[in-house]
Antibody, heavy 120, light 112 residues
Framework: QVELQESGPGVVKPSETLSLTCTVS??????????WTWIRQPPGKALEWIGY???????AYNPSLESRVTISADRSQNQFSLNLRSVTAADTAIYYC????????????WGQGALVTVSS | QSVLTQPPSVSGAPGQRVTISCTGS?????????VHWYQQSPGTAPKLLIY???NRPSGVPDRFSASKSGTSAFLAITGLQAEDEADYYC????????????FGGGTKVTVL
């Protein structure tokens, strides 16, 4: 059983950078069997794919966010992180980290989510 | 507007059967990508309900079943129960988005 926990500021000012960390237990971010993924959900709206990082360091992002997003991993802390630059109110959302099973490419385990509000 | 199209809502009485469609295109479901389904109860994170078109993870009741055909996928809930009231999302991948994951807009299931 993989457990994930998001952490980071709950409020970010417009034009600044949103930074979140996902702490993983029950698996290693260095495993080849999982991709480490970020998804977001604006209040009352649908889920939106942000991107993932693989143990090799390979990343893949939603083209609509690619110019502003960086996902990285810290193997020593067994964590992976999301940076979203130049945020606006449209980036207000619950941000989820999740593990993507490399065999089925399904989001098998999810964190509880972290609400980030973009506001001055 | 989501890449995968779902009906905004479906409803049924306890014990009834409801189905949710997920319509895509030749660049996602029709391209051969598997479809996965997630259940999101109010105020909670999504939970994997069905993976790879028709497979249930351990612990998911067999009241939930799914299929895929052409550019669409379908989730069925039989013997509807009050606890099934939730939002349901389909998810796949899209070649026109560099293989990025894509979600449906979600379907709210209401138990009457």
């Amino acid at each position: 059983q993989v457990e994930l926990q998001e952490s980071g500021p709950g409020v970010v000012k417009p034009s600044e950078t949103l930074s979140l960390t996902c702490t993983v237990s029950g698996a290693s971010v260095s495993t080849a069997t999982l991709y480490w993924t970020w998804i977001r959900q604006p209040p009352g709206k649908a889920l939106e794919w942000i991107g993932y990082i693989y143990y090799t360091g390979t990343t893949a992002y939603n083209p609509s966010l690619e110019s502003r997003v960086t996902i990285s991993a810290d193997r020593s802390q067994n964590q992976f992180s999301l940076n979203l630059r130049s945020v606006t109110a449209a980036d207000t959302a619950i941000y989820y980290c999740a593990s993507l099973n490399s065999q089925w490419l399904a989001l098998e385990f999810w964190g509880q989510g972290a609400l980030v509000t973009v506001s001055s | 507007q989501s890449v995968l199209t779902q009906p905004p809502s479906v409803s049924g009485a306890p014990g009834q059967r409801v189905t949710i469609s997920c319509t895509g295109s030749s660049s996602n479901i029709g391209a051969g990508y598997d479809v996965h389904w997630y259940q999101q109860s109010p105020g909670t994170a999504p939970k994997l309900l069905i993976y790879a078109n028709r497979n249930r993870p351990s612990g998911v009741p067999d009241r939930f079943s799914a299929s895929k055909s052409g550019t669409s996928a379908f989730l069925a809930i039989t013997g509807l129960q009050a606890e099934d009231e939730a939002d349901y999302y389909c998810q796949s991948y899209d070649t026109s988005l560099s293989g990025s994951g894509v979600f449906g807009g979600g379907t709210k299931v209401t138990v009457l």
